[in-house]
Nanobody, 114 residues
Framework: QVQPVESGGGLVQAGGALRLSCAAS????????MGWYRQAPGKQRELVAA???????NYADSVKGRFTISRDNAKNTVYLQMNSLRPEDTAVYYC????????WGQGTQVTVSS
């Protein structure tokens, strides 16, 4: 089964920005809805943003106005632009379909220092 590959995480100060990328050969263009999820230590994995093939987008309330999800079906890539980062955004970020039916990738660590 295809496993998404996430990249772009890192360590940033509060107020900073990061752009995450997710590649999954042939899968992303074939899935109607793709999403970015995150899991903070000791917490359940949560969906933070989702985008349909037609461009319909939904965000978790905690990231509205700060995060932007986009996708390039031709490149089989999904992006998450994260601005105005906060310490509470610290987590491992994953992409998957929404609902998640693909095998989970390794994720990419995002750490926001105060």
């Amino acid at each position: 089964q295809v496993q998404p590959v996430e990249s772009g995480g890192g360590l940033v100060q509060a107020g900073g920005a990061l752009r995450l990328s997710c590649a999954a050969s042939r899968v992303i263009s074939s899935r109607n809805v793709m999403g970015w999820y995150r899991q903070a230590p000791g917490k359940q994995r949560e969906l933070v943003a989702a985008i349909s093939r037609g461009g319909s987008i939904n965000y978790a309330d905690s990231v509205k106005g700060r995060f932007t999800i986009s996708r390039d079906n031709a490149k089989n890539t999904v992006y998450l632009q994260m601005n105005s980062l906060r310490p509470e955004d610290t987590a491992v970020y994953y992409c998957n379909s929404a609902p998640p039916i693909l095998e989970w990738g390794q994720g990419t660590q995002v750490t926001v220092s105060s």
